[in-house]
């Protein structure tokens, strides 16, 4: 899924336009993304949590010379699951279970 199968889901569950759907999706992203750039951690129940991290620098090593690299410090945003979305995502879903043969 992506922005706008999110936007038309959206619109479509909740009889909204496009426009105003588009402006929800957007709306709830520039909220995340600001609370994040002010150091803040963005929590959704039953979803998951985004917050900034800061990775120290370090050395790395060039793939193709082998030759050693200085990586940088720098920020980045890490996302953490919530205990919910975790089990919803490893649930074993019931039924007859297997592969279908092949006809």
Same mark, same amino acid.
């Given at each position: 899924m992506?922005?706008?199968?999110?936007?038309?889901?959206?619109?479509?569950?909740?009889?909204?336009?496009?426009?105003?759907?588009?402006?929800?999706v957007?709306?709830?992203?520039?909220?995340?993304?600001? !609370?994040?750039?002010?150091?803040?951690? *963005?929590?959704?129940? %039953?979803? +998951?949590?985004? =917050?900034?991290?800061?990775?120290?620098?370090?050395?790395?090593?060039?793939?193709?010379?082998?030759?050693?690299?200085?990586?940088?410090?720098?920020?980045?945003?890490?996302?953490?699951?919530?205990? !919910?979305?975790?089990?919803?995502?490893n *649930?074993?879903?019931? %039924?007859? +279970?297997?592969? =279908?043969?092949?006809?």
């Amino acid at each position: 899924m992506n922005k706008n199968d999110l936007i038309l889901s959206l619109a479509e569950e909740f009889e909204l336009t496009k426009t105003s759907s588009r402006e929800i999706v957007d709306h709830l992203i520039g909220q995340i993304t600001d !609370a994040i750039n002010n150091g803040e951690e *963005a929590a959704i129940a %039953g979803f +998951g949590k985004f =917050k900034l991290v800061e990775r120290a620098a370090r050395r790395g090593r060039n793939p193709v010379t082998g030759d050693s690299i200085k990586i940088a410090a720098r920020k980045t945003v890490k996302f953490e699951p919530a205990k !919910a979305m975790k089990e919803m995502v490893n *649930a074993k879903k019931r %039924g007859r +279970g297997g592969k =279908k043969k092949a006809a």
